[in-house]
């Protein structure tokens, strides 16, 4: 028998994913779960995106440009200028999901044994993503006890060696919730322009800002248009997920044409997925101030009620739609599991992601979790009440007392 | 500035849409262009396929399971009795097109250095995944004037080295329509079996095969459940190249847990082309017969007049949509572009991909071509007529006498 490949080893499993046989086996048995585990919303995509599917007149699925169909890239230009990008029809690549845009974009940029800075925690799969480029993540630690905030200049200073070739953003964060600031946006500017690194921005939740923070996007950076890549998707966007569009953008034409190598290879993005998207641009206003309205409240009384549990702490995130909470838990892996194996109240239990996964070093997110706030507010209600029933008799609760811990039993 | 990645460098272009600039320039300039250089079919997609997505009730367009929609996994099953090819639901992994089948099947099975022995000439996009792999592609000469039949068991021993890992094929052949036999594949399971090789095998033409000839799958061979990997795709089945929905399928195991987590870290294949993909699996029988004898009498007509052609020659392929033919030219780069910059013929001209990109060694495809017979009898004709008298008044010609050549000017 031939063996597997050293890189299908190293391959993280999804840490937001791996919990699912367990979840199965739950249901199975007649529990209902409250899914806050993953980023998939239970918002209606807009009526204009379905309809296009719906009236679809092709008699052949064909190919598209493997670039994407040129209509939707042309149209997508009004979209980003609404948030004042200015990007030209060249300076995009559609992409299977944001995911394939991280992928080619790795792919295009680094080299094996390149290193990537990343503050974490961050988004798990791109560990991921690295492993299959042969990059190495190089994380610089974000507090939760700070809301998230870039950590400062000279941590970065610190990590950059010869090999570093990318700081990596997500903005605003999932998993954090944070949204960077102008003035943290400016320093990776510095960074990037001081050590000629390229700077990946993953931006796909740019609807959702909350509070009136305004959104400053990489692309707001000025000097900085050879180094920057946008890394995007429709998914959270139009809460089409399934859709599996994305795009990369860059003003660098060499990154550009190299991309578009990768990108022939796959021969093209998905021709339904790019119809409905091309459709989508047209989603009237009304359609995003609902949804952000739904998130503020969701986020506001998910914050709200964890942090009146004994023991929790949340900050309260500005943007997309997660929170990160630190519980009065031994260990984020066995109480997400034991929430789902063990527990149930009224016959009810709640799935959230360990946040191990969320940091390279694994330890600092052995008391934490995501919680994506993507229910709507009745289930939300009784997530929560789970939640703290089940924190008062999980096995391995710890108090926290300052930055040390006494375990319970 | 920061630079491109080593692997961005060294990825090839596709040779099959690198000439698609002097095409769009051709048609700016008025002329009518005959796409015989792209596997995209003008045959209509089942209609069954395309009520699924016009009846779409989805509110959500929602990620499916990473491995797929469980629906359309089980029911898929069903499809491959039909080729009496039994698999159990957990042996398949839906994918974004056969691509990304490749892609995931060598990044588990595969390490950087690895080789992987490929009869030549071969789809030019295996050289692209495998450079994103960073995997080298060992090319075995199959030869033109046998009908690119497997080469014998001793010229795969002769390149069989320790940095070995898989042998592949393409059953039927794209580029070359070649549909292996029994014995052609029993030879590889001995080379497989012996060397303790992956074979991998891209059958996305089985619906395609002429002639009374019978399909024999790499999942009939038997004795062998750890070593196979098929490679499934769609796109020509239904002629829906633009859903990208493949398949990646095999009995072992630890290959597909592996498969999986990177299946995991893209999240999911896309969700409206799987459920048009379910649908398909509907299609009526009748669908199929028409395509073929559709396709049986547009390679006849080909290949009769390929073959009329003074110093052209062309194989009789058994399956697929394609054909390679042997032309006297000097250089098939040089005459696939000169067709669209300085040739027409009643303001028409033909796209023809040149064999260079089919072949490890390029200089042995400079005197062939592809051509996908993928548009209608009367198309087929124009083309045809364009060819012949682009090769009379071709300024490279050159007359082939036996297997030497003599240029004409």
Redesign the interface.
């Given at each position: 028998?031939?063996s597997?490949?050293?890189?299908?080893?190293h391959?993280?499993?999804?840490p937001i994913?791996k919990l699912v046989p367990y979840a199965d086996k739950a249901k199975a048995e007649g529990k209902k779960i409250y899914h806050l585990n993953?980023g998939?919303?239970?918002?209606?995509?807009p009526k204009v995106?379905?309809d296009a599917?719906?009236?679809?007149d092709?008699?052949?699925?064909?190919?598209?440009h493997?670039a994407g169909i040129e209509s939707y890239r042309r149209k997508l230009i009004s979209y980003y200028k609404k948030y004042n990008i200015n990007i030209n029809f060249e300076d995009i690549l559609i992409t299977?999901?944001g995911?394939?845009a991280i992928?080619i974009a790795m792919?295009?940029?680094?080299?094996?044994g390149?290193e990537i800075i990343i503050p974490e925690p961050f988004y798990a799969?791109y560990n991921?993503?690295s492993t299959?480029a042969?990059v190495t993540v190089v994380p610089v630690f974000s507090s939760i006890r700070n809301g998230f905030a870039l950590p400062p200049h000279d941590v970065f200073e610190k990590v950059i060696t010869p090999r570093t070739?990318?700081i990596m953003i997500c903005n605003p964060s999932n998993p954090t919730g944070h949204l960077y600031s102008k003035e943290e946006l400016q320093s990776l500017r510095d960074l990037a322009l001081k050590h000629?690194?390229?700077l990946f921005a993953d931006e796909v939740y740019r609807e959702f800002c909350y509070d009136n923070n305004s959104y400053f996007s990489i692309m707001h950076l000025e000097g900085l248009d050879?180094?920057i890549i946008l890394l995007d998707s429709i998914s959270k966007r139009?809460?089409?997920?399934?859709?599996?569009i994305g795009a990369m953008i860059s003003k660098?034409k060499?990154?550009m044409s190299?991309?578009m190598?990768?990108a022939?290879?796959?021969?093209?993005?998905?021709?339904?997925?790019q119809i409905?998207a091309e459709a989508a641009i047209d989603t009237p206003q009304e359609y995003f101030d609902n949804v952000k309205a739904e998130y503020v409240a969701r986020r506001n009384f998910v914050i709200e009620q964890l942090n009146s549990m004994p023991g929790v702490f949340c900050a309260k995130p500005s943007g997309a739609f997660y929170c990160m909470a630190e519980l009065p838990i031994d260990d984020s892996d066995t109480f997400c599991q034991w929430l789902l194996e063990k527990f149930s109240y009224k016959g009810q239990t709640v799935m959230l992601a360990p946040a191990t996964g969320f940091y390279s070093h694994a330890e600092l997110g052995k008391k934490e979790v995501r919680i994506a706030y993507v229910l709507n507010l009745d289930d939300l209600k009784n997530a929560m009440i789970c939640l703290n029933e089940a924190l008062k008799v999980y096995p391995g609760r710890v108090e926290n007392i300052s930055n040390n811990t006494i375990v319970m039993q």
């Open positions: 028998m031939p597997i490949s050293e890189k299908g080893k391959m993280p499993p999804s994913r993953i998939q919303p239970d918002i209606e995509s995106m379905l599917i719906r009236n679809i092709l008699k052949v699925i064909e190919y598209s493997s299977t999901g995911s394939e992928e792919m295009t940029c680094l080299n094996e390149d799969n991921g993503f299959q042969g070739k990318a000629d690194l390229y050879e180094n139009y809460s089409a997920c399934g859709a599996r660098n060499k990154v190299t991309a190598k990768f022939q290879a796959r021969l093209s993005p998905p021709t339904f997925g409905a």
